[in-house]
């Protein structure tokens, strides 16, 4: 029987500090002396535990970004942002290679509508047990209108998004791409909580490894539409070439 789902546990989830929404929360990541179970640091970036594993069958950490709780990945200096995701990826690349897992989530949530409770700047590597989340992934979704490519690294517009709407990918081939990578992965971020047409709020970032390759997706967060909810019918707007003209302007060409 094929493993398909994750199993919540409740218990732990309502015992999550929530920072997002309730802003008089006090910050567990700013209390940086009371942290427990690190696992690497180097400068302001701390990889540890998480505290509260709320999901069964899975090896849960975090990444703190900074120790600036007001940062935000847009605004990072570039030689920081390498660094960030130099150590991310690093760490990411050794869970996957130490067999314990079936596959490794690396992820980040940004905002009200993200999914995530900390507002604190952080990402997520989770090692899944029983689960392969490739069984779920197409290459399609990673197809589409090319913006700019830059080092080898390829910057697009999903016309096939995976769950609906903007989906933005970056893919990169060797670790020497960091640079311009992250900086792809940077503008897009920039591009959504301050340019794009509908002015985001939230965002998610993932990344997965395929076909010897290494992809950034980046989605700007609303209210999911009710048709991919109940009936996993992703959309496409008209207006992906009007975005994709939008970018090239603002970041690329201007």
Known sequence: MRNTH??????????????IRNKHTRCPFCARDELTDIIDVDGPIIL???KYPVLENAYQTVLIETDDCSGELSIYSKEYLVKLFSFALKHWKAMEESGEYKSVLFFKNHG????????????QLIGLKTIDYMENISSVYFEGLKIAEENGVHFSIS?????GFYEFNVRMTNIEQIES???????????????????????????????????AKIVPRFVTTPLYIGYSIPQVPDNL??????????????
Do not use: C, W
């Open 6 to 19: 994750l199993f919540f546990n409740t218990e732990i989830g309502v015992k999550k500090p929530e920072s």
């Open 48 to 50: 540890l535990k998480n």
């Open 112 to 123: 009200p509508l993200s999914g995530g409770t900390i507002a604190h700047p952080h990402m």
């Open 159 to 163: 016309t096939e998004p995976k769950v």
């Open 181 to 215: 990578f992250t900086s792809y992965i940077q503008k897009t971020v920039h591009y959504i909580l301050n340019q794009f047409p509908f002015r985001a709020s939230s965002y998610n970032l993932f990344f997965y490894r395929m076909d010897e390759a290494i992809y």
């Open 241 to 254: 070439e009007k975005v994709r003209e939008d970018i090239l302007q603002k970041y690329i060409n201007g």
